[in-house]
């Protein structure tokens, strides 16, 4: 039996509220493969257990491990030479990412969220070209690489099954083209050989193959409304019910996104999602910034949820998202880093200070805005919320998972701290990546002192790198030339899309997209 006790200078357990925690100075965590069983001050656990191992100095702030609620991809997109642009633009310059390693590249984000903190990701991975057997091949490589470093997973492939580039359907965008962009066109959407049968048929598969685990869950993910046929809708809400999984939806990330849903059925996306009986406390919305008061009403009595992605908004103009009305109404929110956070890079620490500060509204009224409690919990339990481990994540509590981090209490504090600064102010806002001196899944060390435990991170990122060193390839070569090519094109396509007077006083379109 694995056993060991993790000791603290303070041990925050969990919050309480929006302005409350759960704190035990010289704290301590006694875990027994990878449950926790005691949770106490030291010096009574380790007189209890004087023999077990002791991790941690007692000079650390121990915390629950962090959940990132909504992730994609490991290069980001400014790496693979896709720039911050519009939303919908930004679709048109991810063509040119690169054919890559996937179980390489998955494990170079985890790196960096184990090394912030994070011991559990949402992963919703997108489209993916080729036959159901390539399809599944490649889910299973991102798959292995989490179980390899040993962080938690909740795992969904992103299901489209129309609109694949615009807001419109694939044949008519072609058709649009002038004629020297249709043949390359095609061959791009051809690249994608597999059904909605085929991919609601992987989606089981998987589940069977993984959902025992304790590391690995599966789930459901209806990509966005616009690429999502009424077909498609109807069998993931079938499937929702059947096997009792979340699904995380892409929804409302832009003001186009809401004119699209207008468009299709006259009314707004949630409206019509919650025609397909989606709306539940099954479902979280992924951005959610163009939501109205009446869906966030909606939403919120249906007991459904809002994976925050803040660092994403702002870098892909999408908007500023109603995180203070989300938590007035009561909704469970979480934090998401999606492709990368504001830095480029996936630092959960980075992103609380980002949610902290982003919607500081003008006033007097502290309730008003978000707290330090209020983003430990969105990053902690509200994160595991929207995923199938639950309640079993996401606090330290006796009979709940082992998931934890160290930091460092002189790298905060030091040279100088006001003694009566409560402790979670002062993580939540000097806290540095620099400073986690070890993280814990399920009991077991995966990161101390600046070390991974199971994998060799400068043997991986060199495999990375010189796997990308070769040439491009022919069909990479002609992605970067349509690319290129497509973006005047849907640059027009989005420049009267909105009709304003069905969006103020929320958007103004200005005279360029």
Not at 250 to 271: D, S, V
Not at 381 to 402: D, F, N, Q, R
Request: aromatic share 8%; glycine share 6%; proline share 4%.
């Amino acid at each position: 039996m694995a056993t060991s006790l993790v000791r603290s200078r303070t041990l925050i357990t969990g919050v309480v509220d929006r302005f409350n925690w759960n704190q035990i100075d010289d704290g301590a965590v006694l875990q027994e493969d990878g449950v926790i069983t005691a949770i106490g001050t030291y010096a009574d656990l380790h007189a209890r257990h004087p023999t077990v191992p002791v991790i941690g100095s007692g000079e650390e702030i121990v915390l629950p491990g962090f959940v990132n609620g909504h992730h994609h991809v490991g290069l980001t997109p400014v790496q693979l030479g896709s720039p911050d642009m519009p939303l919908e633009l930004w679709f048109i310059t991810r063509l040119v990412i690169r054919n890559l390693n996937l179980y390489l590249d998955t494990l170079y984000s985890a790196f960096e969220m184990i090394g912030s903190g994070i011991t559990t990701v949402q992963h919703i991975h997108g489209w993916m070209p080729g036959t159901l057997q390539e399809v599944e091949a490649k889910s299973s490589d991102v798959i292995r690489a989490y179980e390899d470093i040993g962080m938690r997973v909740s795992y969904c492939y992103a299901v489209r099954d129309q609109n694949r580039l615009v807001y419109q359907a694939d044949d008519d965008f072609v058709a649009s083209l002038p004629p020297e962009l249709r043949d390359p066109m095609k061959r791009y959407f051809e690249r994608f050989k597999t059904s909605l049968d085929e991919v609601m048929g992987l989606f089981e598969t998987l589940y069977r193959k993984h959902q025992n685990k304790s590391r690995v869950k599966i789930q459901l993910a209806p990509a966005n409304l616009h690429w999502c046929s009424d077909a498609a809708l109807t069998r993931l809400s079938e499937a929702s019910k059947k096997f009792d999984v979340p699904m995380h939806m892409h929804l409302l990330e832009t003001a186009y996104q809401k004119e699209y849903a207008w468009r299709r059925g006259e009314c707004t996306a949630l409206e019509y999602i919650d025609r397909f009986d989606m709306v539940n406390e099954r479902l979280t919305l992924g951005h959610g910034v163009w939501l109205n008061e009446s869906d966030i009403d909606r939403l919120a009595s249906a007991g459904g949820c809002v994976c925050h992605n803040c660092s994403s908004n702002f870098r892909l103009r999408s908007g500023v998202a109603a995180l203070n009305v989300f938590e007035a109404k009561g909704m469970n929110t979480a934090i998401g880093l999606d492709e990368a956070g504001i830095n480029d890079d996936r630092d959960m620490l980075q992103e609380l200070r980002l949610v902290l500060r982003a919607h500081r509204v003008p006033g007097m009224v502290e309730a008003d805005v978000p707290t330090m409690a209020q983003v430990l919990r969105m990053a902690t339990t509200g994160g595991a919320k929207t995923t199938p481990y639950g309640t079993g994540i996401g606090s330290l509590e006796v009979g709940k998972a082992a998931d934890l981090s160290l930091h460092d209490w002189k790298a905060i504090a030091y040279p100088y701290l006001d003694a009566e600064t409560p402790v979670l102010d002062a993580f939540v806002q000097r806290a540095k990546a620099q400073g986690v001196k070890a993280v814990m899944c399920d009991g077991e060390i995966l990161y101390a002192d600046g070390r991974f435990t199971r994998v060799d991170k400068d043997a991986a990122l060199k495999a990375l790198h010189d796997d990308l060193a070769k040439a491009l390839s022919h069909d990479e070569v002609e992605r970067r030339h349509l690319s290129k090519a497509l973006l005047p094109h849907v640059r027009r396509f989005y420049a009267d899309y909105i009709d304003p007077s069905r969006h103020e006083p929320f958007y103004r379109p200005s005279s360029r997209v």
